[in-house]
């Protein structure tokens, strides 16, 4: 796979039943509704999803393509408790048991390499 996540999105790739009980699909979408519901699903992490949270993500997804199982969960475990006092997890929280949308603040500056 080249050291890089690729999303699944063709039948012909993966059993339908399969991918499900390897936990690898969610959701299976017919070729014809496959474009709005990846749009609706971007939205959906746009408006409720803290973007340095996703950067923090991102950055972790790519540095644990070259680390194994045990290197990729410790880091995993450090990078919790590295979000829980950040403004955006506290937001999330806040905003969950206000049953309101969240209101994350914007990504400013650049992520450290210790981000992820």
Do not use: W
């Not at 009980?21 to 971007?42: P, S, T």
């Not at 680390?67 to 937001?91: G, K, S, Y």
Request: aromatic share 4%; charged share 25%.
């Amino acid at each position: 796979m080249g050291g890089r996540p690729r999303p699944v999105v063709e039948r012909t790739h993966l059993p339908r039943r399969g991918g499900g009980e390897l936990g690898l699909v969610k959701e299976v979408v017919a070729a014809e509704d496959l474009l709005k519901r990846a749009l609706d699903y971007a939205e959906d992490i746009a408006a409720n999803c803290s973007p340095a949270s996703m950067a923090v993500i991102k950055q972790q997804v790519y540095a644990d393509a070259t680390r194994d199982v045990v290197e990729a969960t410790a880091r995993a475990e450090v990078l919790l408790q590295e979000a829980m006092p950040r403004p955006d997890v506290i937001e999330g929280i806040t905003s969950f048991l206000q049953k309101r949308p969240p209101q994350f603040p914007s990504l400013t500056g650049k992520l450290t390499s210790s981000d992820a």
